[in-house]
């Protein structure tokens, strides 16, 4: 029997909502800054495929049409307030996967015994439920027929 009450009920669509809005909103800091002092294609420094994470959704134009983003600021004054290179973009984005990474690790090790335990409770519970059950219906008629044959047989006369 489990001491711990049902877990919390985490709904995984706000995890998934605030995810979409924080990639929005880097999203739009990328595109206010694109161009804003970064290097050339050919410039950029080639980085081991480990360091960095692999987008792989494709955003068509059309899509981004009825986004509301913040007021686009001016190349020049983006220039000067920001200067973002390409290096520094790398660095952030290999810091927020190791963040995110060991965030992850941590609720893994936090989380998952708890869980793993509730579970096995309730298996345990299950199993001995059923176990008592099966033991009733094929056992106890066995048992009973060998009493009820032992009960109508005169026991054997000493000598």
Same mark, same amino acid.
């Given at each position: 029997?489990?001491?711990?009450g ?8 706000d ?10 909103k ?10 804003a002092?970064?290097p ?7 980085l ?7 987008l ?13 983003l ?7 004054a983006t220039?000067?307030?920001v ?7 790398a660095?952030? $984005?290999?810091? /927020?996967?190791?963040? @995110? *990474? &060991?965030?992850? %690790?941590?609720?893994? =090790?936090t ?18 439920v059923?176990?008592?059950a ?5 056992? $106890?008629p066995? /048992?009973?027929?060998h @009493? *009820? &044959?032992?009960? %109508?047989?005169?026991? =054997?006369?000493?000598?």
């Amino acid at each position: 029997m489990s001491r711990w009450g049902a877990p919390p009920r985490i709904d995984p669509d706000d995890d998934l909502k605030a995810a979409d809005e924080l990639l929005d909103k880097a999203n739009a800091l990328l595109r206010r800054h694109k161009g804003a002092d970064l290097p050339e294609p050919d410039e950029f420094v080639a980085l081991d495929d480990d360091e960095l994470p692999v987008l792989t959704d494709i955003v068509d134009p059309s899509e981004l049409e009825g986004l509301e983003l913040a007021e686009p600021v001016p190349a020049a004054a983006t220039a000067e307030s920001v200067p973002i290179a390409a290096s520094e973009l790398a660095e952030q $984005l290999v810091s /927020l996967d190791t963040a @995110i *990474s &060991r965030e992850v %690790e941590n609720w893994f =090790a936090t989380e998952l015994p708890q869980l793993l335990s509730r579970e096995l409770d309730k298996l345990a519970d299950r199993l001995q439920v059923e176990a008592l059950a099966h033991l009733r219906a094929t056992l $106890l008629p066995t /048992l009973s027929e060998h @009493i *009820s &044959r032992s009960l %109508e047989t005169p026991p =054997a006369k000493r000598r």
